[in-house]
C-alpha cells in the first residue's frame, strides 16, 4: 500500500515586530535630583565648566541636605508668615544677667530666648509640635527642639529633647554642648533624631528675614532674622512717641496640608508676644 504523504508542516508564525525602545535622554545630559522622570518641553541647562572654574563634588552630606530639601519643598506645600518683634525687653534682660553668667563661662544669646519663647508657644499649640505619618498627624507628647548648626562640612540640626523642661540658661547650654559636638564631628544618632520642631538661627550676619525650609517629616520651622535698632512709634503715658528700639524679623514655615492659616498665624503671633513682654526667668 502506498505511504501516505507527509502532512505537510505549519509556516512558521510571524515573528512579532520588536516594540520600540522608550526615549531615554542622551547620555550625556545631566538632570538634577528631583527632575520629573517624565519632563518634555524644559530641557535643563546644562552646566559647563570654563577655565577658571572651580569644581567641587558634593560631600555625602550635602547629597543628603539637598535631597531632604528638594524632597521637604515637594512634599509639604510650604506657608511662609513672618511677624515683627519689638526685642527691647529681652534686650534690656539680656543685658541685666549677660556678664554674670559670662562670669560662670555661660553664653547668654539672643537665640535661647527664641527657643525659649518656640518651646512656651509650642506648649499652647500642640498641633505644631507634631510630625505627619501616613495619612495623619502625629501630636508629640514630647518636645524636642531641633536648632540648625552650621559647620564646616555642612549643615546639621542637634535636638534638644525636652526643650519645655528647660531654663533660658538651660537652653544656652545645651545649644553650646551640641553646637560644639557638631564642629567636631561628634554627634551621635541621638543627638539628631526625634526632633519635633525646629528653629533655625541664620547667625549674626542673617539679613532682614528669611522663609526655611521645613525639617520632615516635622510641620513647621521657625527662623529668626537680624535685630537692629529703628525707629518707632509707641504708645507712652497714653501718648505716641517716636523711640528707638530694637526689632527682629522672625518667620515661620508651616505645612499647608495640616496646619491651617489660623493656628499658623496664631501661633507665631504667640510668639512676639512672649518676646515682647520677655517675662522669661533667667
Known amino acids: 500500500a ?30 538634577p535630583f528631583g527632575h520629573p522622570a517624565d519632563a518634555r518641553a524644559y530641557r535643563y541647562p546644562q552646566p559647563r565648566v570654563d577655565e577658571g572654574d572651580t569644581v567641587e563634588s558634593f560631600s555625602r552630606r550635602r547629597k543628603m541636605i539637598a535631597e531632604h530639601m528638594v524632597i ?74 531641633g536648632c540648625a548648626v552650621e559647620t564646616p562640612s555642612g549643615l546639621v540640626v542637634p535636638v534638644i529633647r525636652d526643650a519645655d523642661q528647660l531654663t533660658v540658661v538651660g537652653l544656652s547650654k545645651a545649644v553650646t554642648r551640641l553646637a560644639k559636638k557638631a564642629r567636631e564631628g561628634n554627634l551621635e544618632p541621638d543627638d539628631i533624631s526625634g526632633g519635633t520642631f525646629t528653629v533655625s538661627n541664620p547667625g549674626l550676619k542673617g539679613n532682614l528675614y528669611g522663609g526655611a525650609i521645613i525639617n520632615q517629616p516635622q510641620v513647621g520651622i521657625v527662623r529668626m532674622g537680624e535685630i537692629k535698632k529703628r525707629p518707632m512709634v509707641i504708645s507712652r503715658g497714653g501718648d505716641d512717641v517716636i523711640a528707638i528700639r530694637n526689632m527682629m524679623y522672625i518667620a515661620l514655615s508651616y505645612d499647608h496640608r495640616v496646619v491651617d492659616g489660623v493656628t499658623g498665624n496664631s501661633f507665631l503671633f504667640r510668639i512676639r508676644e512672649l518676646l515682647d513682654a520677655a517675662q522669661f526667668q533667667v
Not at 87 to 111: E, S, Y
Open 2 to 31: 502506498a505511504m501516505p504523504a507527509p502532512a505537510a508542516m505549519p509556516a512558521p508564525a510571524a515573528m512579532p515586530a520588536p516594540a520600540p525602545a522608550p526615549a531615554r535622554p542622551a547620555s550625556n545630559r545631566w538632570v
Open 72 to 145: 521637604s519643598q515637594a512634599v509639604s506645600p510650604h506657608v511662609v508668615t513672618v511677624a515683627e518683634v519689638d526685642m527691647t525687653n529681652v534686650w534690656r534682660l539680656r543685658a541685666k544677667h549677660k556678664n554674670r553668667l559670662k562670669a560662670q563661662g555661660i553664653g547668654l544669646t539672643f537665640l535661647s530666648f527664641i527657643l525659649k519663647a518656640t518651646v512656651e508657644a509650642l506648649s499652647e499649640f500642640r498641633g505644631m509640635n507634631a510630625v505627619v505619618g501616613d495619612g495623619q498627624v502625629i501630636k508629640k507628647g514630647r518636645i524636642n527642639l
